[in-house]
């Protein structure tokens, strides 16, 4: 057996130590090299960044939507893009994308009555979202994934996607309109659970809690007042006021975070999966690019 003495059994210890953490370690060629610290934000990165994390997110991004309105009398005017940008970066974590940076701006004339509410018009609101979608595609992103957080937008986001056939984009827009699971983990106690209501409290309480009022959530009701009776299949802007005139449609005090943590990695995961899928997609484009090329002479249309 070798005898050390001291001083070399110390130097022999410390060598052990530095090939062990070295070991568990990124070498300095990965530590150096800008993917290993790519940041998911858009306005993180540096323009040979941002060059590198298109590459590396296959050119898919994520559009995160949400608003500025009263969210019943405990919640802050923002959540939904709160919600939104905390499932979207964490996917986005998860399956490389690039994420978009704070956008506010769509539906919501019905809370126009409201303090802090802004809704833009009609014409602006898609405007500004194909200005927005256009522009990220070309920097690049040729898959755009919006991720909705808001109520308000579920009649215009599709639109939006819809309308993408009305003349040609090298890019396609993908929409994920869910926020909750229509099943599955624990049992809510509210059966109205909408806006600021029981999920979305419990949500909120992940993504921000030092931005929630819990002891003022029942100084309002959220119960659906009827003031408006039309039969079955009837649409009218006013639906939305007519049951619920102070933006508040729940129990936001029956939140709990068990809820809340169910709900959030349902989310994250979701659009992780989504943003898989989307990568992988090479038909949607290709099908694209066709029924452009076809719209253009539709009389040469087989029939
Ligand atoms: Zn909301």
Not at 163 to 181: A, E, G, I, W
Not at 200 to 218: C, G, N, Y
């Amino acid at each position: 057996m070798i005898q050390m003495n001291r001083k070399s059994s110390y130097a022999v210890a410390f060598l052990i130590l530095y090939v062990v953490l070295k070991a568990g370690q990124p070498s300095q060629a990965q530590t150096s090299s800008p993917q290993a610290k790519l940041s998911v934000h858009w306005e993180e990165l540096t323009g040979a960044d941002f060059r590198e994390a298109i590459k590396r997110s296959q050119g898919t991004c994520l559009l995160p939507i949400g608003i500025l309105e009263k969210h019943g009398p405990h919640m802050p005017l923002g959540s939904d893009l709160l919600n939104a940008r905390y499932a979207a970066l964490h996917a986005a974590e998860q399956q490389y994308a690039v994420v978009f940076p704070e956008y506010y701006f769509g539906q919501i004339s019905e809370a126009r009555h409201e303090p802090g509410t802004v809704a833009y018009s009609r014409d602006l609101q898609l405007a500004l979202l194909q200005a927005t979608t256009d522009e990220m595609a070309r920097n690049g992103c040729k898959k755009v994934l919006i991720v909705n957080g808001h109520g308000g937008n579920v009649s215009l986001l599709p639109y939006f996607a819809q309308s993408q056939l009305d003349k040609p984009h090298d890019y396609v827009v993908y929409l994920f309109n869910q926020r909750s699971p229509t099943s599955g983990g624990p049992k809510k106690k509210t059966t109205i659970d909408e806006h600021a209501g029981e999920s979305e409290t419990s949500k909120m309480m992940i993504v921000r809690p030092d931005l929630l009022h819990q002891d003022r959530a029942t100084s309002e009701s959220g119960a659906d007042q009827h003031r408006l009776n039309l039969p079955d299949g009837v649409y009218t802007g006013i639906w939305w006021y007519a049951r619920f005139p102070d933006h508040y449609a729940g129990d936001g005090a029956a939140a709990n975070r068990e809820l809340g943590e169910y709900q959030m990695r349902w989310w994250v995961d979701s659009v992780g999966k989504v943003i898989a899928a989307i990568k992988a997609d090479d038909v949607s484009l290709k099908l694209q690019n066709e029924f452009y090329e076809k719209s253009t002479h539709p009389l040469d249309t087989q029939q």
